[in-house]
């Protein structure tokens, strides 16, 4: 009889230090990792909540291509950021560019001296700052003293693939725009 009680309490005992850590378990894993955030908010300044865009300046020849640039990036600051772009009076930040170097490099010569492909480049320095004009990019973890971040994009431009300059750029436009959309993301 004293045996079976025995087994009896030592199963009770261990049935109840399987509760405990089980609580314990689901409790740490409640509480231990309440710091830590998820989704794509995690890789933004949550302190800022709009951007005011104001029409990129270019230094380029063609006319379009600075209010193309800000189109493309206000769209993919719409698309891939919890920001809003709103105007500058009700902006948390502002983000300014400037495009610097618009090229058409030849990449590829044919047997007879003609063009088979074309690299067009463009290259912009880009500042991001908060109201009061403190330096909000992240893009280098070296301050450089409110500096603008240069960056440089290039498209592949294949006359007999069917591309033409107009279609090259766009592409470029595109990787930059998605280039300056990551530079707003807090460093890891």
Request: aromatic letters at 8%.
């Amino acid at each position: 009889m004293t045996t079976r009680r025995t087994r009896r309490h030592e199963i009770d005992r261990r049935i109840v230090a399987l509760y405990a850590a089980l609580f314990v378990a689901v409790l740490s894993g409640c509480f231990g990792c309440s710091g830590y955030q998820i989704g794509t908010n995690t890789l933004y300044n949550t302190e800022i909540r709009t951007v005011h865009v104001p029409i990129f300046q270019s230094d380029s020849f063609r006319e379009d291509i600075g209010e193309r640039l800000t189109e493309a990036v206000c769209k993919r600051i719409e698309q891939r950021t919890p920001y809003k772009v709103v105007h500058r009076s009700s902006a948390d930040s502002v983000l300014t560019g400037r495009l610097t170097r618009e090229l058409q490099n030849v990449s590829i010569v044919d047997d007879y001296a003609g063009t088979r492909q074309k690299k067009v480049e463009l290259t912009m320095y880009v500042q991001w700052k908060d109201r009061r004009g403190n330096s909000l990019r992240t893009m280098s973890p070296i301050a450089w003293n409110d500096a603008p971040v240069d960056i440089t994009t290039s498209s592949d431009m294949v006359a007999e693939m069917g591309h033409s300059y107009a279609t090259a750029s766009q592409e470029a436009i595109d990787k930059m725009a998605d280039q300056i959309v990551d530079m707003m993301q807090m460093p890891w």
